[in-house]
């Protein structure tokens, strides 16, 4: 489990940092119409470069990572439906005011689980993507990658995406093997059982803080 936490930073880096065109750091011009492998790419790349250069990021700082995540990744990831997915049952009972509360409280989760694991991006050598398969075309796709690492194994990481009116959406993430909705989905319908939505938000957000 640690091991995969620690590697789930990548969803982050690679996932939730994703830089648009025209920030300072970006190299590559991001598509998301564009073929899945590219479109990955190039906001992997960009986002790898942009975290090795902000100091605050790297050290853990939450309120700092908050605003990365809000300024850049709206645009590319659909956070909502990873909440949904991940909560499930709970989430189609649940009413509009609580969804909200409830994707804020588990972005807030994840930003607070693996702020300290930002600190090993430099450990990253390189994001490598292996030979799509499937249909670039379909409406659901998964792009596989791995990261090398500088005096470190490999870390595979594959991106569930979908597409959509405004191009590729990123809503799940496997970390050798382990995907991300799935790993919070059985925790979450535990906490519903006995306490609800209201209080499966409110638990999140004790943590939180």
Known sequence: MASWRNAS??????GLFILAMGNAYAQHTVNPRAEPNAFIEAVGNNALEAVRRDPAAKQGDTRRINELVDQYLLPYVNFEKTTRLAAG?????ATEQQRHELV???????IRTYAGALADVDKIAA????????DSKAKDVV???YFSQRNGPQVNVDYRMESTP???KIYDLNVEGIWLIQNY????????RQNGV????????QKNR
């Open 9 to 14: 930073v990548m969803f982050f880096i690679t």
């Open 89 to 93: 049952q709970g989430w189609r009972t």
């Open 104 to 110: 804020e409280a588990f972005k807030g989760t994840l």
């Open 127 to 134: 994001l490598n993507l292996l030979p799509f398969r499937g």
């Open 143 to 145: 792009v596989r990658s």
């Open 166 to 168: 405004e191009g590729w």
């Open 185 to 192: 989905r059985n925790q979450f319908a535990q906490q519903i």
């Open 198 to 205: 209201d209080g499966l938000i409110a638990a999140l957000n």
